[in-house]
């Protein structure tokens, strides 16, 4: 019984894998980097990209898909800054699969430089799914606690960055983000860490300046 269960998660992942690598190649011959954001419901993803929206405009073209279980609600705050956005709607399950983006990536404008990928809020089950994305943020908030990254490793073991949110609010907590950081760190060496307060716009300058980096690393390869 659960070698057949193994085996429907297998097949599962196998599917998702090919989906996703047909994303990455679309996405990287249009020039475009993907960007998959992963954290526990209510961290501050789409905090952070109206953040990020504020702090491209004009200078980059970026469009967002949204990954929630109900409701339109974070891409019509995406939409709200001028970003074209979509909205998946999952009607329960817990992560985005490939297949689920690959539907939308038809109608995402050839001409941006990011696609931002919101993932259902959930820190468990999108660490398992490519997306087909060339960056994957975890995110992780100070009221949280900082010893999320030894209890959810898969998360942050899969993660090129980590972005510790809602800094405004270390005064008021028990959340050292030292500790949070080197937990991370063990579980993946080398993952860059960046310490936010998109309410506050504090540190999305250093960001920006990181996915700014990722993009024109995937356009010299490209060229
Ligand atoms: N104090 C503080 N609050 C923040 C910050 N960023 C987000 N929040 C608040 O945290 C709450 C959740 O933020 P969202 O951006 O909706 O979180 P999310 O991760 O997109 O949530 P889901 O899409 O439901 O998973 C909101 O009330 C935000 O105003 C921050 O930098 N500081
Ligand atoms: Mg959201």
Redesign the pocket.
Known sequence: MSVKTISVVQDLLATNKRAAAAIREELRRRGILGVNLL????????????ALADRFRDRRRMAVI?G?IETER?AD?IRAKGVPAWQITTGGACHLEARMVGKVLGQVPAEIDFLFI?N???LVCPASYDLGEDLRLV?L?SPEGDDKPAKYPQAFLSADALVL?????LPHLPFDPARAAAEALAIKPGLRVFN?????GEGIDALAAYLDEALERLRSVRA
């Open positions: 954290s526990s419901p209510g961290s501050g993803k789409t905090t952070l990209l109206e949204e929630d974070d705050r919101e259902v809020g959930n995110l908030s949110t809602k800094s405004d609010l936010v307060s998109a309410l506050r």
